[in-house]
């Protein structure tokens, strides 16, 4: 099992994930990615942003949303999971232009979007 631990450089402190002394590329990138997430996340959006770290990080399908209260990173009772989808709320459109943001360019010669 891999574990990534990412700490803000700006505070003085260092990522603990390293390749030969060479900070591994796109941790910035990634912690970005995760800030704009958080932020799509408007009420109850502490456990909606666990409960999108526990559905990526499940090891198989998820069968019912009660499962996902017995991931490690969903650090909270299974009542939060029904409360946070419920009661939570999503930005949609902030999420979709940050999910569309992460689209890299097309190669030559091809189109970003098959039909």
Same mark, same amino acid.
């Given at each position: 099992? &891999?574990?990534?631990?990412?700490? /803000?450089?700006?505070?003085?402190?260092? $990522?603990?994930?390293?390749?030969?002394? *060479?900070?591994?590329?796109?941790? !910035?990138?990634?912690?970005? &990615?995760? $800030?704009?997430?958080?932020?799509?996340?408007?009420? +109850?959006? /502490?456990?909606? =942003? %666990?409960?999108? $770290?526990?559905?990526?990080?499940?090891? !198989? #399908? *998820?069968?019912? #949303?009660?499962?996902?209260?017995?991931?490690?990173? =969903?650090?909270?009772?299974?009542?939060?999971?029904?409360?946070?989808?419920?009661?939570?709320?999503?930005?949609? *459109?902030?999420? +979709? +232009?940050?999910?569309?943001?992460? *689209?890299? #360019?097309? +190669? #030559?010669? %091809?189109?970003?979007?098959?039909?």
């Amino acid at each position: 099992m &891999f574990s990534l631990e990412i700490h /803000d450089l700006a505070e003085g402190r260092e $990522d603990s994930v390293h390749d030969d002394g *060479v900070a591994v590329e796109g941790l !910035g990138a990634l912690r970005g &990615f995760r $800030d704009g997430l958080r932020g799509c996340f408007l009420r +109850r959006g /502490d456990a909606l =942003f %666990e409960l999108a $770290d526990a559905v990526l990080c499940a090891q !198989g #399908p *998820v069968r019912s #949303p009660v499962e996902l209260s017995l991931e490690p990173e =969903f650090g909270r009772g299974h009542g939060s999971v029904y409360d946070a989808l419920a009661g939570g709320s999503i930005d949609t *459109v902030r999420l +979709r +232009r940050l999910l569309t943001g992460q *689209v890299g #360019p097309a +190669r #030559p010669g %091809e189109r970003v979007l098959r039909k």
